[in-house]
């Protein structure tokens, strides 16, 4: 597989996977706002904008409808969602060759259907209604990605992309829940609810461990479940078989050197225990996995798209 | 519910019958005619006396049964569906970007066997001709040493290789792939326009304009035996294959500008539909005179490359220096024999305007053979009595400067001033080798849904030629329709559009 189409496949899933979890946290917010008080409400969108945008404090006087406006359509905000579909679809226009008709399709109709809608237009009303949709048809993509698509290295970048950049969306929104659990205006019980449905993890949650809500138990589950789909342990698993699929005839010694970084961070999730983390260390066992991710990421480029042609020659 | 934008556009469906004998709609007077004009020119579809030729028949019945709201929905789902597989092009205007479709029209254009049988000996004859020209002038040159051709206009043109002077392109084949515009003139004969030789375009809105009309008039279509097309990209991958001895294993890739050429979407079509490497210029490497593409697992040898790059592009280190699109050491890599380029460089001098006024000839001294398809009557100004025919009629003339494209340089008699002619004149006495003259030309009119209502709009016809062990011509090619009233501009940038041609069977 051609170095760039590689890279532009990663990146496309990674802007797709970005959009997802940027529309999903508009749904879930927008639809939990009416059970809180104004106050608590605040607090829990500040930590949606802290998530998706890394920006700490929220603007003043921002209301629902112009944090939903940043984060969806602003054209300034470089992580909107709809930033992150127009980038995951120049990406995909560039390796239209390497895609099925099915899923660039399936892209180019939902950054079409997102793309000229207004704030004004959702918010008369159910705004919820319009993300929830657009949720719909991104499950939809993923499904047809999975059924059209060979699963070959071209798939295996696209999965690459998806759960690194899980990795480190799903860390950014543990650490911003579980950094303020001591804090006074912290998460209370209904903001660990909702966490666990910005993970669409409130029902196996529940398969799991019943209805009683603990933040060691969310911990726990979206920190080491090795079945759930959003859950740290279970998207390292992807990138390690992902890691072991790419650049099949590359040599030993660049391929080594990827493995090695993956194995590590494999390693790190399996053997992790909840127990040791509570007090303080979920903070810093994610910081370590977003760092991991973060040198995987350059040693994958490293190997495979951008090594100087003089090195094989 | 669904957003508007968001339904099921794909679905072309609906009732498609072939109506029996009913009804006769007359053109300038009955739905869905009322607004269709028959003029000077030669309409593909009617009769002078208003009555629909013979291939049209079931076309026409169709037409005039078909309720017009279904057309237009049809219309509007052929561009939705463009619009979602991304056929577009991008507009840049005040730094906005704007995507846009080339507008495409649902009624199709018609070609019988027979003319089609024409149109491919032409053509044939045609790339032939030009390709013995091209060995001819990077070898011998004995088409100028006979005089046939004049020096001057070959070594003074801009784009004559010096570069491919004596090197052996495979089975002399300089032109591998020929978009060829012709028009149908006022007696219903087809004339040739122009020979795009470099790197035509329009290939996949052939195929896409296919897809179109056969969903819009499903019945016609099957009751009418239309020859198929969808097998021109395993065409092309054919002949790019028969450049190199050891086909099968060939590595073959096409090169693009990348994704900001208007062209971009064929370049992936392309790419997709024959199952080769689509490659921009800095994938590409040069080593020891050997092309490679950089891979995941390392770096991969290209023996094959059909570049849809202009000459001046391809190799910074040989044309021009300031170019980021091309391949710096390709055009060694290429002189070493190492891989093949198609279309080989330098195509270009043998279709400009002035070297066209010689392709009769060079098609009676090539091949001894009188030309099947007839070139639109040109004078070369260079040429005594030519010039002063051409100076004496400058009101009914079109004059081109050769070197020129894009409306540059150009008078059109008809419509300019006294002393705008007068100017001209100057120009032309001054420097007769410049310039050349046409008639003004009258395209064919062929049917086109717009407004509302079917009306005659002007139409060219762009079949494309592949040459490469042999000659293979698909049976079909882009019609380019002049969507505005009375215009004669097909170009897509002024408001053409283009649609389906059904070559038939008999």
Known sequence: MLSRVADSLYWMSRYVERAEHTTRLIAVKLESMVEQTPEDAAASWARVIQALTGEKTAPAHADAFAITRRLAFDRDNDTSLINSLSLARDNARQVREALSSEVWESLNRLYLRLQPVTMDSIWVHTPARLFREALEEMHALEGVTYSTLSHGEGWYFLELGRHIERVQQLGRLLDIHFSAAQAENGPKYFDWLVLLKFCTAFEPYTKRYTASIRPQKIAEFLLFDPEFPHSICFSVDRMTEALARVAPGAPPARRAAVERLAGRMKAAVDFGQVDELMSGGVAAFIADITKQCEQIHKQLYASYITYGAETVL | ?506
């Not at chain 2, 169709?62 to 979602?84: D, G, M």
């Not at chain 2, 089609?116 to 032409?122: D, F, S, V, Y």
């Not at chain 2, 003074?156 to 570069?163: A, C, K, L, N, P």
């Not at chain 2, 790059?309 to 220096?321: C, G, K, T």
Request: with cysteine.
């Open chain 2, 1 to 506: 519910m669904q957003h508007e934008a968001f339904a099921n556009t794909e679905d072309f469906g609906g009732p498609d019958i072939v109506a029996g004998p009913g009804r006769i709609a007359r053109p300038g007077q009955d739905a869905p005619y009322a607004d269709y004009e028959l003029g000077r020119p030669y309409d593909e579809m009617f009769t002078p006396d208003g009555k629909a030729r013979a291939p049209y028949a079931a076309m026409d019945s169709r037409l005039s049964t078909l309720p017009l709201e279904e057309l237009n929905r049809r219309q509007q789902a052929c561009e939705q569906s463009f619009l979602h597989q991304g056929i577009t092009f991008t507009v840049y205007n005040d730094n906005k970007a704007t995507e846009r479709i080339i507008p495409t029209d649902l009624i199709p254009r018609i070609i019988t066997g027979a003319e089609w049988a024409r149109l491919e000996a032409g053509l044939t004859q045609r790339i032939l001709a030009l390709n013995l020209f091209l060995r001819d002038i990077y070898n011998d040159g004995r088409v100028l040493k006979d005089g046939v051709v004049p020096r001057s206009m070959i070594y003074g043109s801009r784009h004559y290789r010096r570069e491919m002077r004596g090197l052996p392109v495979p089975h002399g084949a300089y032109v591998n792939i020929c978009g060829s515009d012709l028009i149908r003139n006022e007696a219903g004969d087809f004339v040739v326009l122009e020979d795009n030789l470099r790197v035509p375009s329009g290939v996949s809105y052939m195929l896409a304009n296919r897809d179109v009309a056969r969903r819009a008039f499903p019945a016609v279509f099957r009751s009418m035996g239309v020859r198929p097309i969808e097998h021109y990209p395993l065409e092309l991958l054919a002949t790019l294959r028969s450049l190199v001895p050891f086909q099968e294993e060939a590595t073959i890739a096409v090169l693009t500008p990348g994704v900001f050429n208007s062209a971009y979407f064929e370049h992936a079509f392309l790419a997709r539909q024959m199952g080769v490497e689509l490659v921009e210029g800095r994938d590409l490497l040069v080593n020891d005179n050997v092309v490679y593409t950089r891979t995941t697992s390392g770096l991969k040898r290209i023996d094959v490359i059909y570049r849809r790059i202009d000459d001046d592009f391809i190799d910074p280190l040989i044309f021009r220096e300031d170019s980021a699109l091309g391949v710096p050491g390709l055009f060694n890599a290429y002189r070493a024999g190492n891989v093949m380029i198609a279309n080989a460089l330098g195509t270009g001098v043998a279709d400009d305007k002035a070297v066209y006024a010689y392709v009769p000839r060079l098609i009676r001294y090539y091949l001894a053979e009188e030309p099947i398809l007839d070139n639109v009557e040109t004078f070369l100004c260079r040429e005594d009595a030519s010039l002063s025919h051409v100076l004496a009629n400058l009101d009914k003339l079109v004059v081109k400067a050769v070197g020129e494209s894009g409306g540059y340089g150009m008078l059109v008699g008809p419509h300019a001033s006294q002393a705008e002619r007068d100017d001209f004149a100057r120009k032309i006495k001054a420097d007769p080798e410049n310039y050349i003259a046409q008639p003004t030309i009258q395209l064919s009119t062929a049917p086109a849904f717009v407004g509302g209502g079917v009306e005659a709009r002007h139409v060219d016809l762009r079949p494309f030629i592949l040459h490469g062990a042999e000659t293979k011509i698909v049976p079909g090619a882009l019609t380019r329709v002049a969507l505005k009233r009375g215009s004669l501009v097909v170009n897509s940038s002024q408001g053409g559009g283009s649609k389906d041609t059904w070559v038939l069977s008999n």
